[in-house]
């Protein structure tokens, strides 16, 4: 019997319990073509069909995930930046904003515009759902056509800080220094102080202590639709979906995650490009 047979036979799981389906956007719903599949859009029908709801959950801004929780016709707010920002796209309700304090923002801005890490990253602040940067780099405009948001370019950050970043994000194409960079911070940070996450290798994220998907998840679960955590089935690939994946009573990590996020899942799918979002969700909730 393998471990995941072994787990489902020593819960109460049953198809019929999972009421609340919560779905990261890239690397698990979407690929490289940034778009979702027909086997996707056809399988999470299918779930809808069967009563069971199913959300958005990302890192992205609330404007970049906009079309992907209107095309699958999700009727629960739509959990962006990680969680800072929950919004019902049908009343334009915020149910939650949870920016970055204006200390720690200044704080992180001079951290990234230390001269020897100044030309490396690019960094990016959202505010009021648009996001400003210093400049246009080559990963402002790779980031610019993933996401389909303009940057608006202000020289300076700092003139920035008057307000309250929903989130913070620094981005270089070397990987290594985004690593060192997230094990510096932590050191600097307790998760009392600042959440801090990697939603792609090349992505270091930074936002409210409060703020992850497993809170958000359970928000959407608990308080919106009073289910409880055995109701709810989450699949993701990143460090970032870590604490949904941990929240949910089944949940799946995608075959193209890390190793670390992988055993944190109930099950491992294939990658996104083998629709492995939809073999999952057809394994636990259609079959």
């Not at 489902?8 to 956007?25: G, M, W």
Request: hydrophobic share 40%; glycine share 6%; with cysteine.
């Amino acid at each position: 019997m393998t471990p995941l047979e072994n787990y489902l036979r020593s819960t109460d799981y049953q198809p019929e319990n999972i009421k609340l389906l919560v779905l990261d956007i890239d690397g698990t719903i979407a690929g490289q073509s940034n778009t979702l599949s027909n086997p996707v859009k056809e399988v999470i029908a299918a779930v809808q069909a069967k009563g069971i709801q199913v959300a958005i959950a990302t890192g992205r801004m609330y404007c970049s995930a906009l079309r992907f929780h209107q095309e699958i016709g999700s009727m629960l707010p739509l959990v962006a930046y990680q969680g800072a920002w929950i919004q019902d796209p049908h009343s334009h309700k915020i149910h939650r904003h949870l920016p970055v304090s204006r200390e720690i923002a200044q704080q992180l801005l001079e951290y990234f515009e230390q001269p020897d890490l100044r030309s490396l990253l690019s960094v990016h602040f959202y505010i009021n759902d648009q996001l400003y940067v210093r400049e246009i780099t080559q990963e402002t405009q790779s980031y610019q056509q993933r996401c389909g948001v303009t940057p608006i370019p202000v020289g300076d950050l700092r003139q920035l800080l008057d307000h309250e970043p929903t989130k913070i994000l620094a981005l270089c194409d070397d990987a290594n220094l985004i690593q060192q960079l997230l094990a510096n911070l932590r050191r600097i940070y307790n998760p009392t102080e600042l959440y801090l996450t990697t939603s792609v290798a090349t992505f270091l994220e930074a936002a409210n202590t409060h703020v992850n998907k497993g809170n958000a998840v359970r928000y959407l679960a608990e308080e919106i639709l009073g289910l409880e955590s055995h109701n709810v089935m989450t699949i993701g690939d990143n460090f970032n979906d870590v604490e949904m994946l941990g929240y949910a009573g089944i949940s799946v990590a995608m075959g193209d995650a890390p190793p670390e996020v992988q055993a944190i899942a109930h099950w491992v799918a294939p990658s996104v490009e083998l629709d492995g979002a939809a073999v999952a969700m057809e394994k636990f909730l259609l079959s």
